[in-house]
């Protein structure tokens, strides 16, 4: 299989895993970039417990990366969060520093503007995509100098997007935007979705929700059995606010604005259930996550509990409308393999229909 995506990351197919924090670790992304795939690293990859320490997260990431080369000589990724925050930015500047040092073949950088890292990346030799949500993030991370960009529409699974525009709407209008090639990701989990992405203009796409079923998944197998048991109707997209978005939204900046649209795509669960039983039906993303403390280490051992260790009971998990399509546990080979496998069935049946 040829396209740019192909060509410019040196891989066979142009499947990328979607970085999942905490479970994207060096063996799921191994797994995916031997099978053909890009594997990608996501943040606090590989461990089961909460780090305040901005040089222990670098040497956490470090060893991931080490990892990732022992199992694997194919090319992988590397997720960059870019922090807003003071805070947030010193944890992701580390990581940053520690990618450049450790000569990664590729950064996904999401969340924080393409100026910001591009220029390092790009001189240390690095293949760089961001992570866009709307035409004008696609064509800002274009002139920021950035080898393709991720589509991401909000199907997706956790973040995706405070505009809540759709992968099938997206993808075309930033096709018709942007020259450099394009990963569509939100909702695809299969040889349709993958074809579809192909139509709409994408040169590749992005997989995060189908990933956690799999094998090789180091999540807690509560979190696969609830991805299996999900139905359409079983993701709802709630508001999502930090500090810095706040400021942002008092200064007027539209982009954080129009009452914060739910952003975080989350699986509905008995426990989200019961939040919004108790809170009429409205909450935000930080209220469900713990109640009544915003401290950021308390969230992080939320998700580690969850992902990790299975507590679903208080605890809410992210995932994407396409969990509804999932119904079976492969290797990272098997699916891979399947969705490239199918293509051939759904081209046939597309020439059926336009050469009868
Ligand atoms: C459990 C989970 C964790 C995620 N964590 C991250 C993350 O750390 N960094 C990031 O850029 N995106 C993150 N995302 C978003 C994915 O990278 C990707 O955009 C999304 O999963 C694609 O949609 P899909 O879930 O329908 O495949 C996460 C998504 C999920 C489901």
Not at 53 to 72: F, H, P, S
Not at 140 to 150: I, L, N, P
Not at 294 to 316: C, K, M, P, W, Y
Request: aromatic content about 6%.
């Amino acid at each position: 299989m040829k396209t740019r995506i192909t060509e410019i990351l040196g891989i066979l197919y142009p499947i990328v895993l979607a970085p999942m924090a905490w479970i994207t670790d060096a063996e799921l992304a191994a797994a995916v970039s031997e099978a053909g795939g890009l594997g990608t690293i996501g943040p606090n990859a590989g461990f089961k417990t909460v780090t305040t320490d901005v040089q222990e997260t670098g040497e956490r990431l470090r060893e991931q990366i080490r990892k990732c080369r022992e199992l694997t000589g194919r090319p992988f990724a590397v997720n960059f969060v870019v922090g807003v925050t003071g805070w947030d930015r010193d944890f992701s500047d580390k990581c940053l520093e520690v990618g450049l040092e450790e000569r990664i073949p590729v950064a996904i950088v999401s969340q924080g503007s393409p100026a910001v890292y591009t220029p390092l990346l790009k001189k240390a030799g690095i293949k760089v995509i961001h992570v866009c949500s709307t035409v004008r993030h696609a064509l800002k991370a274009e002139e920021a100098g950035v080898d393709a960009v991720v589509v991401s529409g909000t199907e997706g699974g956790g973040h995706s997007g405070f505009d809540q525009i759709t992968t099938f709407c997206l993808v075309p209008q930033v096709a018709d935007a942007v020259d450099i090639p394009i990963i569509a990701g939100g909702g695809v989990t299969d040889a349709r979705g993958f074809m579809g992405a192909l139509s709409l203009g994408a040169e590749g796409v992005y997989l995060g929700t189908r990933f956690i079923a799999t094998q090789e998944c180091p999540a807690h197998p509560k979190v696969k059995q609830a991805i299996l048991a999900a139905a359409d109707t079983s993701t709802i997209a709630v508001k999502h606010g930090n500090p810095a978005q706040t400021r942002e939204a008092a200064r007027g900046n539209r982009g954080f604005v129009e009452e914060r649209r739910g952003s975080v795509r989350i699986l509905l669960t008995d426990y989200v259930r019961q939040i919004l039983v108790e809170r009429g039906g409205s909450f935000s993303y930080e209220a469900l996550r713990s109640p009544g403390n915003s401290d950021r280490n308390v969230q992080s051992n939320r998700t580690v509990d969850a992902f990790i260790h299975g507590n679903l009971e208080s605890n809410s998990i992210t995932a994407g409308q396409g969990a509804g399509l999932i119904k079976d546990l492969p290797t990272c080979r098997e699916l891979i393999e399947r969705i490239v496998g199918e293509t051939d069935r759904l081209l046939k049946r597309l020439n059926s229909i336009f050469r009868p």
